[in-house]
């Protein structure tokens, strides 16, 4: 017999709306200036201490939909699962690679891809 279980999401408890005024009469044009930033460290980065950023030199990685010029935020701290992106060190060059599940060759991970920054010019 299975037993069907339910997996609940936590919702984000930050907050990016912006307050509503609480004067009274016409609000300023200017109010919507006071939203707050979005911090991409704070957005993107779980791990600040094992994470890193790379930009990618060439468009030898198209295959995996990474091109010339985008940024690639990489943490050190995880083990990557299948069908990961990784950074590896393969003949003393960094490569981008997909975990898959028949491995044939032995890796050194350098980091697991976690983001991907397009660039789009």
């Given at each position: ?7 609940y999401i936590k919702r984000s408890s930050k907050n990016h709306r ?6 009274t009469g016409f609000s300023s044009p200017a109010t919507h200036y ?88």
């Open positions: 017999m299975t037993e069907n279980k339910t997996y912006v307050t509503r005024p609480s004067q006071t939203e707050p930033r979005i911090d991409l460290n704070e957005a993107l980065v779980s791990n600040p201490s094992a994470t890193f950023y790379v930009r990618v030199a060439d468009n030898s990685f198209v295959n995996y939909g990474i091109k010339e010029n985008d940024v690639l935020i990489i943490d050190k701290s995880l083990t990557p699962n299948n069908n990961q992106l990784i950074l590896a060190i393969k003949d003393d060059a960094f490569s981008i690679l997909k975990i898959e599940n028949k491995q044939n060759e032995t890796l050194q991970v350098w980091g697991v891809i976690t983001y991907i920054i397009k660039a789009v010019k």
